[in-house]
Nanobody, 126 residues
Framework: QLQLVESGGGLVQPGGSLRLSCAASGFTLDYYAVGWFRQAPGKEREGVSCISGSGGNTNYAGSVRGRFTISRDNTKNTVYLQMNSLKPEGTAVYYC???????????????????WGQGTLVTVSS
C-alpha cells in the first residue's frame, strides 16, 4: 500500500524555523516528483514547493521563495521542507503528495498524482 507520512510540524514563533519530513512506504520515491501543499483554516489548499524525481528541478510559490527549501534523500525515501523565517500566515496543515514521473507540479490537481499524506499541522504564533 502506497503511503506518505509527514512529520515535523508544531508550534513555532514568527521568524522561527521548522523542517518537515515526508517519508514514503510501500513504494520507491525515486520515480516520483513530490510536492508540498498547505491548507490554512477557511482557505483552499495551495501548492508550496515541489521537487522533481531526480531532485534536479525545484519550484516554489512566490510567497515562500527565498525562505523555504525543498530537498530529497532517495536513499531514505524521504523529502524534506526546510522552512525559515516563518510568518503567522504560514499557519496551516502541510501535506506532501507524490506524482508518478519526473515532473513536479504546484497544482493541487494532477493526473499524475497517486498519493497524499495525512498532513502535519504548523502553527506560527507568539
Amino acid at each position: 500500500q502506497l503511503q506518505l507520512v509527514e512529520s515535523g510540524g508544531g508550534l513555532v514563533q514568527p521568524g522561527g524555523s521548522l523542517r518537515l519530513s515526508c517519508a514514503a512506504s510501500g513504494f520507491t520515491l525515486d520515480y516520483y516528483a513530490v510536492g508540498w501543499f498547505r491548507q490554512a483554516p477557511g482557505k483552499e489548499r495551495e501548492g508550496v514547493s515541489c521537487i522533481s524525481g531526480s531532485g534536479g528541478n525545484t519550484n516554489y510559490a512566490g510567497s515562500v521563495r527565498g525562505r523555504f527549501t525543498i530537498s530529497r534523500d532517495n536513499t531514505k525515501n524521504t523529502v524534506y521542507l526546510q522552512m525559515n523565517s516563518l510568518k503567522p500566515e504560514g499557519t496551516a496543515v502541510y501535506y506532501c503528495a507524490a506524482d508518478r514521473g519526473p515532473f513536479c507540479s504546484l497544482s493541487t490537481i494532477s493526473r499524475a498524482r497517486e498519493v497524499w499524506g495525512q498532513g502535519t499541522l504548523v502553527t506560527v504564533s507568539s
